[in-house]
Nanobody, 117 residues
Framework: QVQLVESGGGLVQAGGSLTLSCAVSGSGSIFSFVTMGWYRQAPGKQRELVAN???????NYADSVKGRFTISRDNAKNMVYLQMNSLKPEDTAVYYC?????????WGQGTQVTVSS
């Protein structure tokens, strides 16, 4: 059973930084996943892609976070990270980790990020 557990969310002032972590278990190495990604959902809005990293290491970012957020992974530790800098109030959302396999997707339970102005 694949499990994803996010951590690192919290309350931060605008301009501040947070690092989110996603611990993956039950899958062997996370290198086996097609992609690993971070999504977010703000109140009243649809869940949206923030960033993902493909098995070959290529990364993709939403335009709204380019230059501020960095996704990375540690295959040995089965961890995926999202470094978030220069946070803005509009970054406030629940952030979810997602793992994509050929046969299906897995989601974590989410971690709240709140950015105060």
């Amino acid at each position: 059973q694949v499990q994803l557990v996010e951590s690192g969310g919290g309350l931060v002032q605008a301009g501040g930084s947070l690092t989110l972590s996603c611990a993956v278990s039950g899958s062997g190495s996370i290198f086996s996943f097609v992609t690993m990604g971070w999504y977010r959902q703000a109140p009243g809005k649809q869940r949206e892609l923030v960033a993902n990293i493909i098995r070959n290491g290529v990364t993709n970012y939403a335009d709204s976070v380019k230059g501020r957020f960095t996704i990375s992974r540690d295959n040995a530790k089965n961890m995926v990270y999202l470094q978030m800098n220069s946070l803005k109030p509009e970054d406030t959302a629940v952030y979810y980790c997602k793992a994509v396999q050929v046969w299906g997707d897995y989601w974590g339970q989410g971690t709240q990020v709140t950015v105060s102005s």
